[in-house]
Nanobody, 121 residues
Framework: QLQLDESGGGSVDIGGSLRLSCAAS????????MAWFRQTPGKERMRIAN????????HYADSVRGRFTISPDSEKNAVYLQMNNLKPEDTAVYYC??????????????WGQGTQVTVAS
């Protein structure tokens, strides 16, 4: 069973940077699609970035494109989310997630516990 563990959240000033880490255990993520979601109170969880580990293809939500970068580390069985030029609207709980390549798109079924990111306004 794949297990995901996020770290790296915290509080940062407007315009600052944070790097979130997602350490996977239990299985290799080389044949998975890894993603970062975020959620604010009263709103649905939204996917902001994903990466196909086998090909390296990446996709970003419009709200973070150009500021956030998802990157893999196959040796460490991990993915990262580098977040630059943070804005107050980036404040949320961030979740790492995964689905097998054979799983339908958006049917992510492995989740971490979440890490809080707060951007001071």
């Amino acid at each position: 069973q794949l297990q995901l563990d996020e770290s790296g959240g915290g509080s940062v000033d407007i315009g600052g940077s944070l790097r979130l880490s997602c350490a996977a255990s239990g299985r290799s993520i080389n044949n998975y699609v890894m993603a970062w979601f975020r959620q604010t109170p009263g709103k649905e969880r939204m996917r902001i970035a994903n990466i196909y580990m086998s090909s390296g293809a990446r996709h970003y939500a419009d709200s973070v494109r150009g500021r956030f970068t998802i990157s893999p580390d196959s040796e460490k069985n991990a993915v990262y989310l580098q977040m630059n030029n943070l804005k107050p609207e980036d404040t949320a709980v961030y979740y790492c997630s995964a689905r097998r390549l054979s799983t339908p798109a958006d049917a992510y079924n492995f989740w971490g516990q979440g890490t809080q990111v707060t951007v001071a306004s």
